[in-house]
């Protein structure tokens, strides 16, 4: 049988859907015969691979860089997981969102630092002007909210997917699950 | 009990036949026999306005949606309370509700107690499709007890309908339209300066969301009690 090429991608969140994606402990095993991890935080690839059939994107859409990455995982991808809250709603990110970009940068780099007052701007991504969820730039096909979603909820969401069923995430999970 | 002058009338619900007295809404006698309709500014023990549109039902030949909160049957009446149509509608409803404020679950002292949350589970609502606002709102602490976080509002009304039907107070109440709406408290005054308000917190016990809390809860921490309600309405009335 055909390994599933999965691959999974931290932009603008806090790694704890990667770390309930870990918790699912030693179905991991299980997982790995029938999937080829081919890019991820977990793992070493560099650039992000043709043909996947599944990728799980936690976090929101916070940069230009951001912007950059999903539009290729969008073309390189089968199937786009929206992984938790912060892609599915910006969630914690976007709670800079009400007060502007430029606002928010002064308030933090400028206002709140005696010493050396200035907005870091080299060899840093550009700040969008709001963080949001991915399905406001590209198309998402499942949608998997919680903060972060339950081991359990991604073990069974990603087997229903692995045999190619779409899984109803309503019973499972729901913002900030 | 029956008055002498209470006539009963009989319709359809889903394709089945009920009956129901002078004073049921259709949300009553739903509600009576196990039928689901998704509510969010009702609430048992204060008057129905039929603000938030969830329990939108079907008059059969008329087309009409109308608030099942707010509405009473009438004799020969066929109500549907589920179609594709309907539940469209609800959808969206709930998703507008979500993009019109900032309502971030994750870090709401309400998570796992709010009803928003839970009515969205229900329906399948798992993200949101229209652009998201995020407004700027001030947060008011100023009460010694309560705070009130707009960001969580979705302008139900229930706070201002047990402030003025039940305790009778009516510090609270609303200002602006559509849009722009706002809970505000006496003539838009800090809580915590509110010469009306007494300070018993029946507001924040009927709020659905996390937009009226106790101090000092932290995330999830904001379960919402409300044993009393049935009870004071009930004095109020003059029942027994």
């Known amino acids: 049988m055909k390994k599933i090429r999965l691959a999974t991608i931290w932009l603008d969140g806090c790694s704890g859907c990667h770390m309930s994606f870990l918790d699912i402990d030693e179905r991991l095993i299980e997982l790995s015969d029938r999937v080829e991890l081919v890019f991820s935080p977990l793992v070493d690839a560099k650039e992000f691979p043709e043909d996947v059939d599944i990728t799980l994107v936690e976090g929101a859409l916070g940069t230009e860089e951001d912007l950059h990455k999903i539009r290729k995982i969008r073309e390189r991808t089968k199937l786009l997981v929206a992984f938790g809250d912060c892609a599915v709603t910006a969630n914690i990110p976007s709670m800079r969102n009400p007060f502007g970009r430029d606002e ?8 709140t630092d005696a010493l050396n007052p200035q907005v870091p701007a080299q060899s840093l991504p550009e700040l969008l002007p709001r963080a949001l969820p991915l399905h406001h730039y590209v198309h998402v096909d499942v949608f998997l909210p919680g903060c972060p979603p339950s081991a359990n909820t991604i073990y069974q969401v990603l087997t229903e997917l692995i045999e190619g069923r779409i899984p109803d995430v309503n019973t499972l999970t729901r913002f900030g699950a | 009990m029956m008055t002498p002058t209470a006539t009963v009338k009989t319709f359809t619900i889903d394709g089945k036949p009920y009956s129901a007295t002078e004073d049921e809404t259709i949300l009553d006698v739903a509600r009576e026999n196990g039928i ?5 500014c009702h609430l048992e023990g204060i008057l129905p306005t039929g603000q938030c549109r969830l329990c939108m039902v079907e008059i059969q030949g008329s087309g009409r949606l109308v608030p099942a909160c707010a509405t009473k049957p009438e004799e020969g009446m066929e109500i549907v309370t589920d179609n594709p149509r309907l539940r469209n509608y609800r959808k969206m409803i709930v998703e507008l509700l979500f993009s019109e404020r900032n309502h971030i679950c994750a870090v709401c002292v309400s998570n796992g107690h709010c009803e928003l949350q839970s009515v969205a589970q229900k329906l399948g609502v798992n993200h949101v499709r229209f652009a998201y606002l995020h407004p700027r ?25 047990v402030c003025e039907e039940i305790e009778g107070a009516h510090t609270r109440d609303l200002r602006n339209r559509g849009i722009r709406t706002m809970v505000i408290t006496d003539f838009d005054t800090p809580w915590g300066e509110s010469p009306t308000c007494t300070g018993c917190g029946k507001c924040v016990h009927v709020c659905p969301t996390g937009a009226l809390a106790e101090k000092g809860k932290s995330v999830a921490e904001m379960a919402k009690r409300r044993h009393f309600l049935p009870y004071l309405a009930l004095r109020r009335r003059g029942g027994k």
Request: with cysteine; aromatic share 8%.
């Open chain 1, 104 to 111: 928010m940068l002064k308030s933090l780099y400028v206002e």
């Open chain 2, 36 to 40: 689901d309709i998704p509510t969010l």
């Open chain 2, 137 to 161: 709102f001030m947060l008011d602490g100023s009460h010694p007890k309560y705070e009130v976080d707009h960001n969580r509002c979705i302008l139900c009304g229930r706070c201002v309908r």
